[in-house]
């Protein structure tokens, strides 16, 4: 860009200065000739940043792919590598019932973290492809639909009854999925538990935001996001800074899957934290029935 600057500018002198006719200035011809040479430097020059733009975004795109492809690996080898440890625990040994107990509930555990890491690739490959939203017509009772993926938050995690409250309003329907919808809120409630440091805190409000939509609010006490990725953070593969990927595991998709799906049923997710340290809270917008 540098160069074509340097050359437009070197061009344009050698025209403005031609001493062929010191005294009667630019001819038409000259006139036109530099007209028609700007604008041609100013049209390779636009196509030089816009070369550089797509430039750096692939190289992003190339980078996140390469970390998702990471962390794919290791969300897939770290369970099943205790799996297997567990079963060949089990074959070799006679473990007494409470110990055998123990390993057959953390398979299950390994499992759970299995099936939720594939649901998870399967439901970003298909969210993209699905954006007709004529296809979500049925009623679906959000109150319901989230004390269920509480419940089941509670009871994965071992958490107490204080670490995750929900204010509710009177009975609210939304429009939509209740599978997909279920898959939103359990991304943003896992996510929540995820990046909360020490004691889980978390408050789930579920408010009547007028214009026939319904606002629920999901917030932590937790590690927080640095304001500067607040608008990345839904972006597919986007995950936190290097300090956050080393605490906490990930690939960087259950946003971009909780935005996609959401924007499928007519609604909308906000991320709002106020920095490191500092929680966050993520607000999501539905129509209600």
């Given at each position: 860009?540098?160069?074509?600057?340097?050359?437009?500018?070197?061009?344009?002198?050698?025209?403005?200065?031609?001493?062929s006719e010191p005294t009667?200035?630019?001819?038409?011809?000259?006139?036109?000739?530099?007209?028609?040479?700007?604008?041609?430097?100013?049209?390779?020059?636009?196509?030089?940043?816009?070369?550089?733009?797509?430039?750096?975004?692939?190289?992003?795109?190339?980078?996140?792919?390469?970390?998702?492809?990471?962390?794919?690996?290791?969300?897939?080898?770290?369970?099943?590598?205790?799996?297997?440890?567990?079963?060949?625990?089990?074959?070799?040994?006679?473990?007494?019932?409470?110990?055998?107990?123990?390993?057959?509930?953390?398979?299950?555990?390994?499992?759970?973290?299995?099936?939720?890491?594939?649901?998870?690739?399967?439901?970003?490959?298909?969210?993209?492809?699905?954006?007709?939203?004529?296809?979500?017509?049925?009623?679906?009772?959000?109150?319901?639909?989230?004390a269920e993926h509480v419940?089941?938050?509670?009871?994965?995690?071992?958490?107490?009854?204080?670490?995750?409250?929900?204010?509710?309003?009177?009975?609210?329907?939304?429009?939509?999925?209740?599978?997909?919808?279920?898959?939103?809120?359990?991304?943003?409630?896992?996510?929540?538990?995820?990046?909360?440091?020490?004691?889980?805190?978390?408050?789930?409000?579920?408010?009547?935001?007028?214009?026939?939509?319904?606002?629920i609010e999901i917030s932590?006490?937790?590690?927080?996001?640095?304001?500067?990725?607040?608008?990345?953070?839904?972006?597919?593969?986007?995950?936190?800074?290097?300090?956050?990927?080393?605490?906490?595991?990930?690939?960087?998709?259950?946003?971009?899957?909780?935005?996609?799906?959401?924007?499928?049923?007519?609604?909308?997710?906000?991320?709002?934290?106020?920095?490191?340290?500092?929680?966050?809270?993520?607000?999501?917008?539905?129509?209600?029935?």
């Amino acid at each position: 860009m540098v160069l074509v600057l340097a050359l437009a500018v070197g061009w344009q002198i050698l025209v403005w200065r031609d001493d062929s006719e010191p005294t009667s200035g630019m001819s038409t011809f000259d006139s036109v000739l530099f007209v028609l040479g700007t604008l041609f430097f100013l049209f390779v020059l636009a196509g030089l940043v816009w070369l550089c733009v797509k430039l750096v975004l692939e190289m992003r795109l190339s980078q996140s792919q390469r970390a998702f492809v990471d962390a794919v690996t290791h969300e897939l080898k770290t369970p099943l590598a205790s799996f297997r440890l567990g079963l060949e625990t089990i074959g070799r040994h006679e473990l007494p019932p409470d110990k055998r107990s123990e390993f057959l509930g953390r398979m299950a555990e390994d499992l759970d973290r299995l099936e939720y890491t594939v649901t998870q690739v399967l439901a970003a490959a298909r969210a993209e492809e699905a954006r007709d939203t004529r296809a979500v017509r049925s009623a679906v009772d959000l109150n319901a639909l989230i004390a269920e993926h509480v419940r089941e938050l509670r009871e994965r995690h071992a958490l107490d009854a204080e670490a995750v409250g929900v204010g509710q309003a009177r009975s609210l329907r939304v429009r939509g999925d209740a599978a997909e919808l279920g898959v939103v809120f359990r991304n943003l409630l896992e996510n929540a538990v995820k990046y909360s440091e020490g004691l889980v805190r978390i408050r789930v409000g579920i408010f009547e935001a007028g214009d026939a939509r319904v606002r629920i609010e999901i917030s932590d006490q937790g590690i927080g996001i640095q304001k500067q990725e607040l608008g990345r953070i839904f972006d597919r593969f986007y995950r936190a800074g290097r300090a956050v990927q080393r605490q906490v595991s990930g690939m960087g998709l259950g946003l971009f899957v909780a935005r996609t799906l959401l924007r499928k049923h007519g609604g909308r997710i906000s991320a709002f934290s106020e920095g490191a340290g500092r929680g966050s809270r993520f607000v999501v917008t539905l129509r209600s029935v």
